[in-house]
């Protein structure tokens, strides 16, 4: 069974950078995308970017492009988001995810991917 562990998260004073991890394992099907989510209390579960693992092709939210990168490393079979110039507004719990077979159409979609893991707390003060 595919798991899914989320590192990285912390307190960070607007404007300050962190960089989130998510190392998956049992990871038994290609053809694969994996994505970054974000939950603020009282607010829908919300695409912040992806990546598709064979392609590289990536994804962002309007809302962090220019902010955030997502990045994969093969060889440590890891995903990472760089978040910079954060914002109060970037308080949330961030979710790794992975889909199979993803239209790149709903790649913001969480009803997409069916693997997640437990999340990871970033809070930015202002």
């Known amino acids: 069974q595919m798991q899914l562990a989320e590192s990285g998260g912390g307190s960070v004073q607007a404007g300050g950078s962190l960089r989130l991890s998510c190392t998956p394992s049992?990871?038994?099907?290609?053809?694969?995308?994996m994505g970054w989510f974000r939950q603020a209390p009282g607010k829908e579960r919300e695409g912040v970017s992806c990546v598709y693992w064979s392609s590289g092709s990536t994804y962002y939210a309007d809302s962090v492009k220019g902010r955030f990168t997502i990045s994969r490393d093969n060889a440590k079979n890891t995903l990472y988001l760089q978040m910079n110039s954060l914002k109060p507004e970037d308080t949330a719990m961030y979710y790794c995810?992975?889909?199979?077979?993803?239209?790149?159409?709903?790649?913001?979609?969480?009803?997409?991917?069916?693997?997640w893991g437990q999340g990871t707390q970033v809070t930015v003060s202002s």
């Open positions: 049992g990871l038994t099907f290609d053809d694969y995308a």
């Open positions: 995810a992975a889909a199979q077979h993803l239209p790149n159409k709903v790649w913001w979609s969480p009803y997409e991917y069916k693997h």
